[in-house]
C-alpha cells in the first residue's frame, strides 16, 4: 500500500526557513508528479508547489522566489522554504500524483499533513 510521509514542519519566526520532506513507501515505481499543498484555516487548500517526473517544477504565485520544490531518485520529494511569512502558516499536505506500482495504479495520495506555523 502506498504512504505519503511528512516531516519538517515546525515553528518558525518570520524571515526564517524550514524544510519539509515527504518520503513515498510502497512497491513505487514512479509518480507523475509530487507536490505539496497547503490549507491554512477557514481557505481552501492551495497549490505550493509540484515537480514532475521528468522534473519540471511549478509553484503557487505566493511562494515564487521563495519556496524550491526538488525529488531524489527514490521517491522523495523536498520543500525548502526561505523567508517564511505569516501568511504561509498552515498545514502543509504532500500529494503524489499518478502514482504507479508493482499492482498497477495510476493513483493520486495524500500524506497526513505537516504543520507549519510562521510567527510575526
Known amino acids: 500500500q502506498v504512504q505519503l510521509v511528512e516531516s519538517g514542519g515546525g515553528l518558525v519566526q518570520a524571515g526564517g526557513s524550514l524544510r519539509l520532506s515527504c518520503a513515498g513507501s510502497g512497491s513505487i515505481i514512479r509518480f507523475n508528479s509530487m507536490g505539496w499543498y497547503r490549507q491554512a484555516p477557514g481557505k481552501q487548500r492551495e497549490l505550493v508547489a509540484v515537480i514532475t517526473h521528468g522534473a519540471s517544477t511549478n509553484y503557487g504565485d505566493s511562494v515564487k522566489g521563495r519556496f524550491t520544490i526538488s525529488r531524489d531518485n527514490k521517491n522523495t520529494v523536498y520543500l525548502q522554504m526561505n523567508s517564511l511569512k505569516p501568511k504561509d502558516t498552515g498545514v502543509y499536505y504532500c500529494?503524489?500524483?499518478?502514482?504507479?506500482?508493482?499492482?498497477?495504479?495510476?493513483?493520486?495520495?495524500w500524506g497526513q499533513g505537516t504543520q507549519v506555523t510562521v510567527s510575526s
Open positions: 500529494n503524489g500524483a499518478g502514482v504507479y506500482t508493482y499492482q498497477g495504479g495510476g493513483y493520486d495520495y
